[in-house]
C-alpha cells in the first residue's frame, strides 16, 4: 500500500458495463482508448482489462505510450493516434503497433524505411488537428499500400448538425476508395449519428469508457478519489489559513490538512467547491498548496477520517460547472503520486503505487 493517505478506487465491474453499454449504443465494436494513463485510471492495468474484454485495439496518444504497453507484456495491437517519426519507426517497432497516417508528408516519410506497416488514415473532416483532407490523395495512399483501416474524429458529441457534415464527408471519401477497409472507425462520436451506420464497424468514445458521455446517461465513473484527515488544529478569529493570507478566520474555528495539492492534479480552482466527510460538505480555505489543503470542520471529523474528492457527494459535472474544470482534465492530471486501489466485487484485487 502507498505511504500517503491519498488514493483513487477504480471499479472494474464498471469498466466491463460501460464497455459493454457502448457497444449496445453504438452497434460496433468498441476500440480501448488508454492514452495519457488510461485518463488518470492506470494505462496498463486498464489495457489489460480492456484486452480481456476482446476489444480489437488498444490506442493511444504516442509512441512511448504503446511502447509503455508493450514492455509491460500488453499483446493486444496498440493503434498509435499522432505523428511518429520514421527514425523512431525504424529503431523501435513491434508488429502490434498500428500507425496514423496524420499527413501526406508523414507517409512520405515512411517510404524509405525497409518495414512493412500497419496503417490507419486519419481523415480531416473539420477538426483540423492531423488528418487527410484530399479524397486523392488517400485514394493513392490506399492504391500503393495495404491499409487496414481508415477513420475521423468528430469535433463535439453535442453538434447534430456539424457532427452529420462531417460524417457526410467522411462517408463520401470511404465510398469513393476502391479497396474495402477492415476497419473504418470513429471518435468522439454523437451516438444518435452513428448507431444504425452498418459500414461503420468501430468507435473510439474514450472517456466514455471511464463513465462520462452526455449521450450515454446510464454510464458510471469508474473512479473515486479520496484522502484521509491527517491533521486537525484550531485557530482563533483574525488568523490566517495557508499562503498569501487569502483566508481569515472571522471566529475561532476547527481546520483539517489533507494530504493532496496541485501537484497531484488537484487543481487550485477546487477550492470554491467544498469536499465531503462523512455525508456532510465541507469548505477549502486558503490556497490549495503544492502538497496540502486545508478545510474548516466541526466537531464531527475526526483524524483519520475519509475526505471524498471525487464521487458521488463531489461529482466532476459539479466541480466543471464551478471550476469550469472538464472531466478530462480532473482524470487525466491526476499524479502518479495517487495510488491506484482497483476493485472488483467491492473489494480491492490490486494497488498500483509509485
Known amino acids: 500500500m502507498g505511504f500517503r493517505e491519498t488514493w483513487a478506487e477504480i471499479d472494474l465491474d464498471k469498466l466491463e458495463r460501460n464497455y459493454k453499454r457502448i457497444q449496445a449504443y453504438t452497434n460496433t465494436e468498441v476500440f480501448g482508448v488508454v492514452k495519457a494513463n488510461a485518463y488518470g485510471?492506470?494505462?496498463?492495468?486498464?489495457?489489460r482489462e480492456l484486452e480481456a474484454l476482446g476489444t480489437p485495439f488498444l490506442c493511444v496518444s504516442s509512441f512511448d505510450e504503446a511502447l509503455r504497453l508493450q514492455t509491460a507484456g500488453i499483446t493486444q495491437d496498440i493503434l498509435i493516434f499522432s505523428y511518429v517519426s520514421a527514425s523512431v519507426i525504424q529503431k523501435y517497432h513491434h508488429p502490434q503497433f498500428?500507425?496514423?497516417?496524420?499527413?501526406e508528408a508523414w507517409y512520405a516519410s515512411i517510404q524509405a524505411l525497409n518495414m512493412q506497416l500497419r496503417l490507419h488514415i486519419e481523415v480531416n473532416t473539420g477538426m483540423n488537428r492531423y488528418g487527410i483532407k484530399d479524397a486523392a490523395v488517400i485514394r493513392d495512399i490506399v492504391s500503393n499500400h495495404e491499409v487496414e483501416g481508415i477513420y475521423m474524429h468528430f469535433q463535439s458529441p453535442e453538434n447534430l448538425e456539424i457532427g452529420q457534415r462531417q460524417l457526410n464527408a467522411f462517408e463520401a471519401i470511404v465510398t469513393s476508395l476502391e479497396k474495402t477497409m477492415k476497419w473504418i472507425h470513429?471518435?468522439?462520436a454523437p451516438t444518435a449519428l452513428?448507431?444504425?451506420?452498418?459500414?461503420?464497424?468501430?468507435?473510439?468514445l474514450g472517456i466514455a469508457l471511464y463513465g462520462y458521455r452526455v449521450d450515454m446517461p446510464d454510464l458510471e465513473p469508474i473512479l473515486t478519489l479520496n484522502a484521509s484527515v491527517t491533521h486537525l488544529d484550531h485557530i482563533h478569529a483574525g488568523e490566517t489559513v495557508g499562503y498569501d493570507y487569502t483566508y481569515t478566520?472571522?471566529?475561532?474555528e476547527t481546520f483539517a490538512t489533507m494530504p493532496i495539492g496541485y501537484a497531484?492534479?488537484?487543481?487550485?480552482?477546487?477550492?470554491?467547491?467544498?469536499?465531503?466527510?462523512?455525508n456532510r460538505n465541507y469548505p477549502i480555505i486558503g490556497k490549495v498548496c503544492m502538497d496540502q489543503t486545508m478545510i474548516r470542520v466541526d466537531e464531527t471529523v475526526n483524524?483519520?477520517?475519509?475526505?471524498?474528492?471525487?464521487?458521488?457527494?463531489?461529482?466532476a459535472k459539479l466541480i466543471h460547472e464551478a471550476t469550469g474544470?472538464?472531466?478530462y482534465i480532473q482524470l487525466s492530471t491526476l499524479s502518479d503520486r495517487i495510488e491506484r486501489r482497483y476493485l472488483r466485487n467491492q473489494h480491492v484485487v490490486s494497488v498500483i503505487v509509485r
Not at 478566520?249 to 475561532?252: F, I, K, V
Not at 492534479?265 to 469536499?275: L, S
Not at 483524524?303 to 461529482?315: E, Y
Open 249 to 252: 478566520a472571522t471566529a475561532d
Open 264 to 278: 497531484d492534479g488537484f487543481d487550485v480552482r477546487n477550492q470554491v467547491v467544498p469536499v465531503s466527510i462523512n
Open 186 to 188: 470513429v471518435g468522439n
Open 41 to 47: 485510471h492506470g494505462d496498463i492495468t486498464i489495457a
Open 98 to 103: 498500428v500507425y496514423t497516417v496524420p499527413s
Open 303 to 315: 483524524f483519520g477520517d475519509t475526505i471524498q474528492l471525487l464521487g458521488p457527494n463531489r461529482p
Open 325 to 327: 474544470i472538464m472531466p
Open 194 to 204: 452513428i448507431a444504425d451506420k452498418a459500414w461503420i464497424n468501430g468507435s473510439r
